[in-house]
T-cell receptor, first 118, second 111 residues
Framework: GAVVSQHPSWVICKSGTSVKIECRSLDFQATTMFWYRQFPKQSLMLMATSNEGSKATYEQGVEKDKFLINHASLTLSTLTVTSAHPEDSSFYIC??????????????FGPGTRLLVL | TQLLEQSPQFLSIQEGENLTVYCNSSSVFSSLQWYRQEPGEGPVLLVTVVTGGEVKKLKRLTFQFGDARKDSSLHITAAQPGDTGLYLCAGARNYGQNFVFGPGTRLSVLP
């Protein structure tokens, strides 16, 4: 299957700093990438949809000025958590969409980035 | 309210037992996917179903999409400790729309 990577896999930072997370599709081009957040023992919550060359679409309740998304190329999307606070500590997962057929779109997920804000 | 409900929320069984987990909604989906996620990792796609009544098999896993495309089930035969994980279903109501995830079923298979 298609491969999606994330970097870094772990990050620990002080409150108030900004953290950038990269999501790359390694063997296919993805016009659409997604960013999710997952709290312990909970499901994935979609934060935003990232479209190459255009502004990201944010889900209700997600602050676009806090979670900056850039999708500069067909293989790279970045999520920057600005002025991170302890409540932003979470598992951040990206996915890239591969359109396999009219009805069978597939998302491939990255391995996730665990953020701990002290 | 959740668009997708999953049951049971937790399941702990002995190796060799069979089990079924369910994904239900009041909405119709154009496609539905099942994922397994292990701790500290991203979800891994198991299957995509798109046709009402469709049944797909993946070794010991059997997936079924309801006739009305509102629900799905995952049956595991002779469960093994390696099947332990969080099983997530995700549905897209229309082509091109984002997938919405259910809350997941956390399965633990004890040796």
């Amino acid at each position: 299957g298609a491969v999606v990577s994330q970097h870094p896999s772990w990050v620990i930072c002080k409150s108030g700093t900004s953290v950038k997370i990269e999501c790359r599709s390694l063997d296919f081009q993805a016009t659409t990438m997604f960013w999710y957040r997952q709290f312990p023992k909970q499901s994935l919550m979609l934060m935003a949809t990232s479209n190459e060359g255009s502004k990201a679409t944010y889900e209700q309740g997600v602050e676009k000025d806090k979670f900056l998304i850039n999708h500069a190329s067909l293989t790279l999307s970045t999520l920057t958590v600005t002025s991170a606070h302890p409540e932003d500590s979470s598992f951040y997962i990206c996915s890239a969409r591969l359109s396999a057929s009219r009805f069978g779109e597939t998302q491939y997920f990255g391995p996730g980035t665990r953020l701990l804000v002290l | 309210t959740q668009l997708l409900e999953q049951s049971p929320q937790f399941l702990s069984i002995q190796e060799g037992e069979n089990l079924t987990v369910y994904c239900n909604s009041s909405s119709v989906f154009s496609s539905l996917q099942w994922y397994r996620q292990e701790p500290g990792e991203g979800p891994v796609l198991l299957v995509t179903v798109v046709t009402g009544g469709e049944v797909k098999k993946l070794k010991r896993l059997t997936f079924q999409f309801g006739d009305a495309r509102k629900d799905s089930s995952l049956h595991i035969t002779a469960a093994q400790p390696g099947d332990t994980g969080l099983y997530l279903c995700a549905g897209a109501r229309n082509y091109g729309q984002n997938f919405v995830f259910g809350p997941g079923t956390r399965l633990s298979v004890l040796p």
